[in-house]
């Protein structure tokens, strides 16, 4: 009978221990009929959509605005500020309104569903050429998955 080494063991409870620390969390969500990973430390609240009141001469990405969480929220289409090929989906029970983190700015994003929560290594995902509103891809079992980069809806 082998004897068993507590330090040894120890030593692998303490490296996955660090593996999990390193995951990032990725809500995978659908856009514009397009599936996206969104980083969670980018999104304030995930919330069911509500009555957006329209902004008189607005620009047509913008949705509406909506009080939430006390703050009077932007909603826009991520499709049309991100120029994604297809239109936003009508409003289904599976539609959400994503609330996301900035300093100055109260802004949320209409996406037609959120699928799942990932958890991945930031190293496991491969670096976009251009800097558009993809940050990289990551491969998944679902495919070639972009992660969006959340700045670009603001700029």
């Not at 509500?50 to 969480?69: E, F, I, K, S, Y």
Request: hydrophobic share 45%; net charge negative.
């Amino acid at each position: 009978m082998s004897e068993l080494n507590l330090d040894q063991l120890q030593a692998a409870k303490d490296a996955t221990a660090n593996e999990q620390s390193d995951l990032v969390e990725y809500m995978r969500v659908i856009l514009n009929a397009e599936t996206f990973l969104v980083p969670v430390a980018s999104v304030l609240s995930v919330i069911r959509p509500q009555l957006l009141t329209p902004v008189p001469m607005a620009p047509d990405h913008l949705l509406g605005v909506t009080n939430a969480r006390g703050q009077i929220f932007c909603i826009i289409d991520p499709g049309k500020t991100l120029h994604l090929p297809h239109k936003l989906q009508t409003e289904t029970s599976m539609s959400r309104l994503l609330l996301l983190r900035h300093a100055r700015v109260h802004l949320g994003i209409w996406v037609e569903e959120v699928l799942d929560l990932l958890r991945i290594l930031p190293s496991d995902i491969e670096e976009a050429k251009e800097k558009t509103h993809v940050q990289g891809v990551l491969q998944t079992k679902y495919g070639a998955l972009p992660v969006l980069r959340v700045e670009a809806l603001f700029e």
